[in-house]
C-alpha cells in the first residue's frame, strides 16, 4: 500500500493550490480517503474525507467553501482544491486509507494508510 501526496508549495495568502494523492497497492474504490494536516507544535487534525461507497465529501468548518476534494478513481487519485488560503492553513498535509471508516469528520485513529506528507505555507 502507498499513498503519494503532491502538490505542496509556497503560497500567497488568498491564494489556491490543489493537491493530489496517488494510491497505489489496493483497490483503491473500495476505500475513504481523508486529508489531514498537522501544524508544528500542533495534533493532527481532519480536514476532509470523501467516501468510497458514494463519493459523499465532509470538511472541517475551518475549511468549508474554501476546500474541495474529490476522486478520480480510475486514476487512483484524490485531490484537494484549497482556494482563499490563509496563513493558518500552513501545516503538512497528509493523505490516508481506510475501507471500513464510517465517512464523516475525519479522525487520524480511523484511518490504517498513510502518506509521507506534503508542505503547504501560506506567507506573505
Known amino acids: 500500500v502507498q499513498l503519494v501526496e503532491s502538490g505542496g508549495g509556497l503560497v500567497q495568502p488568498g491564494g489556491s493550490l490543489r493537491l493530489s494523492c496517488a494510491a497505489s497497492g489496493f483497490t483503491f474504490d473500495y476505500y475513504t480517503i481523508g486529508w489531514f494536516r498537522q501544524a508544528p507544535g500542533k495534533e493532527r487534525e481532519g480536514v476532509s474525507c470523501?467516501?468510497?461507497?458514494?463519493?459523499?465529501?465532509f470538511y472541517a468548518d475551518s475549511v468549508k467553501g474554501r476546500f474541495t476534494i474529490s476522486r478520480d478513481n480510475p486514476k487512483n487519485t484524490v485531490y484537494l482544491q484549497m482556494n482563499n488560503l490563509k496563513p493558518e492553513d500552513t501545516a503538512v498535509y497528509y493523505c490516508a486509507a481506510d475501507r471500513w471508516v464510517v465517512p464523516g469528520t475525519p479522525l487520524p485513529y480511523e484511518y490504517d494508510y498513510w502518506g509521507q506528507g506534503t508542505q503547504v505555507t501560506v506567507s506573505s
Open positions: 470523501i467516501s468510497s461507497s458514494d463519493g459523499s465529501t
